[in-house]
């Protein structure tokens, strides 16, 4: 037998060559990660960029209906009415409520006992540094609404142009609404008119067969501003000719042109970094027209990114729109600090504010000043659907501390197939507790068994005004 006969054959690469395969399968599998990381960088950028220009479309949808409507008050709408239908009809006009906006709600009470020319009024509200009221007129056979600005006649020269959509609401989703368009102010040289509205919104009958429930009418004004002149301080720095050689862009708002910076503003602003920017039309443009804010605000708000001290209790929320719409930390930030801080607003005000512009910590803070039944009554809506439901069940357990944890956790909770929570106390006043959360108060039985009964229930549930109205009624 050959020396070569005697080696033992085997399929055990040299070591070296097993070294190669394995860094060769390393730099794949590096190459792998770095492709795979490569595609979530390209996936991430797609998701950023398409959800700026979701934004951008949706803002240029907003100002679309902005002009139309604005075209629509040039051929004829400026001080008339325009009836409306509601979601129960076959047409509809709605108007827009997005930009500078906001509602007015109301039940009135005792509405069939209203005498001719009689006024009946709501709660005083304030919206962008204004305060508002509605009222009923009952004039003849017909049903006026209306709305007034509070604000003097008798200061300087100042206007508030608006559209607003005057409706009733029934309970089975019934509807009447009215579309109406004029100015608020003296700037016109009106020293006698502080409010508007439609004299004959509808017929007396109509509205008692149809909207009026145990002589309740509940009455909604959805209001649109236009433009606001006068309202605000002077400015504090400008953005006029003098700023043309710091500038390369102009932006338009009513008419009002503002010299400014494209790369100053797209550092503070996702939105005007897409716009200005990006591969937008406007980005190739020396002035672009921005519509659905008021120039005032847009003022005040370049003000506060130029490092000037604009906010106030007039001008705050006019800001935060405008820096909200623009996706401008910074101004947001500023605002909220300040309503922390500074504001004298009422806590319903401050609340509202929270939610609609995302402040969460103004959002804890209004929440943590809720103590009593009185503190809910005086921030929940006239409908509390109105309200988000997370801020809901912080308003409804800051009260009834017994359900704060279970809420809150939900783990001490047990809840039957269809998610139903389980308490386990006797159903029978549960009725009567829910009613006292609502109303902050109960009409209680004339029966000593069961107020005894009511106070155990209010004890186990931490309502101490409950366990109070019951002792009232010589019950311990």
């Not at 710091?246 to 503070?268: C, I, P, R, W």
């Amino acid at each position: 037998m050959t020396k070569e006969s005697n080696k033992k054959i085997t399929n055990t690469p040299p070591e070296s060559t097993i070294e190669k395969v394995l860094d060769m399968c390393k730099e794949l599998l590096e190459k792998q990660e770095n492709l795979e990381k490569s595609n979530m960088e390209i996936v991430e950028k797609l998701r950023s960029a398409e959800e700026k220009i979701d934004k951008i479309s949706q803002k240029r949808e907003e100002d679309t209906v902005e002009e139309k409507l604005n075209e629509e008050t040039t051929n004829g709408i400026e001080n008339s009415v325009i009836p409306t239908e509601c979601s129960d009809e076959k047409s509809s006009q709605t108007l827009p409520m997005t930009g500078k906006c906001f509602v007015l709600k109301h039940v009135f009470t005792d509405v069939q006992d209203m005498e001719d020319e009689e006024r009946c009024y709501g709660e005083e509200e304030e919206h962008f540094g204004v305060k508002w009221q509605l009222y009923l007129l009952k004039l003849g056979d017909h049903l006026g609404l209306y709305f007034e600005c509070l604000k003097s006649l008798d200061d300087e020269k100042w206007l508030i142009s608006s559209y607003a959509q005057f409706k009733l609401i029934s309970k089975n989703g019934k509807c009447h609404s009215k579309v109406v368009s004029d100015t608020h102010g003296n700037a016109d040289g009106n020293t006698e008119f502080v409010g508007y509205g439609a004299s004959e919104f509808i017929e007396w009958d109509k509205m008692e067969e149809d909207f009026l429930e145990d002589d309740k009418l509940a009455v909604e004004i959805h209001v649109k501003i236009k433009k606001m002149t006068g309202i605000y301080k002077n400015d504090l720095k400008s953005f006029g000719d003098e700023m043309k050689s710091f500038s390369d862009v102009v932006l338009v708002v009513n008419e009002k042109k503002f010299f400014v910076s494209k790369l100053y503003l797209a550092g503070h602003s996702s939105y005007f970094n897409s716009l200005l920017m990006g591969d937008f039309q406007e980005s190739k443009k020396s002035e672009i027209e921005l519509t659905g804010i008021d120039a005032d605000d847009f003022q005040n708000y370049l003000e506060i990114l130029y490092g000037e001290q604009s906010i106030d209790e007039i001008t705050v929320e006019g800001i935060l729109l405008v820096a909200d719409m623009y996706d401008t930390p910074l101004v947001l930030r500023k605002c909220e600090e300040f309503l922390l801080e500074k504001s004298k607003k009422t806590l319903r005000k401050k609340l509202q504010m929270s939610i609609r512009y995302n402040l969460n910590a103004l959002k804890k803070q209004c929440i943590s000043e809720i103590k009593s039944i009185d503190d809910i009554k005086s921030v929940i809506p006239g409908n509390i659907h109105d309200m988000d439901p997370s801020t809901k069940k912080s308003t409804l357990t800051r009260v009834a501390s017994s359900f704060k944890v279970p809420i809150e956790t939900n783990s001490p909770l047990e809840k039957d197939e269809a998610g139903c929570i389980f308490i386990d106390r006797d159903p029978k006043h549960f009725p009567l507790i829910l009613n006292f959360l609502r109303d902050g108060v109960v009409e209680l039985p004339d029966d000593k068994k069961e107020i005894r009964e009511i106070r155990r229930e209010a004890n186990a549930y931490q309502l101490d005004y409950l366990v109070l109205l019951c002792e009232r009624k010589g019950v311990y």
